[in-house]
Nanobody, 115 residues
Framework: QVQLLESGGGSVQAGGSLRLSCAAS????????IGWYRQAPGKERELVAS???????RFGDFVQGRFMISRDNTKSTVFLQMNNLKPEDTGAYYC?????????WGQGTQVTVSS
């Protein structure tokens, strides 16, 4: 069992930055690939970035070098650093544990980017 809690969302202007955190509880955190996903109104949830237990990362095509994902296994936390944000990055951001389909989800944190 893994419980996930996202934080760090907010409202920024285009070009700004946000750092999201996903804090996990449960002994299986270290063994899990953790992903950040987002969902905009009327759209399907999509992968933003993921990181394996060994630190191998994967990004959605739309990221184009703007985001970084990292994890601190000692603190059971995964971070998503988002730079040069665009209005189309607006949405609810969720972290999920498990790959390719997460078995556990957090409640989400809202990111709003204004032009």
């Amino acid at each position: 069992q893994v419980q996930l809690l996202e934080s760090g969302g907010g409202s920024v202007q285009a070009g700004g930055s946000l750092r999201l955190s996903c804090a996990a509880s449960g002994s299986r955190f270290v063994a899990n690939t953790i992903g950040w996903y987002r969902q905009a109104p009327g759209k399907e949830r999509e992968l933003v970035a993921s990181i394996t237990q060994r630190g191998t990362t994967r990004f959605g095509d739309f990221v184009q070098g703007r985001f970084m994902i990292s994890r601190d296994n000692t603190k059971s936390t995964v971070f998503l650093q988002m730079n040069n944000l665009k209005p189309e990055d607006t949405g609810a951001y969720y972290c999920g544990a498990g790959w390719p389909q997460p078995a556990y989800w957090g409640q989400g944190t809202q990111v709003t980017v204004s032009s």
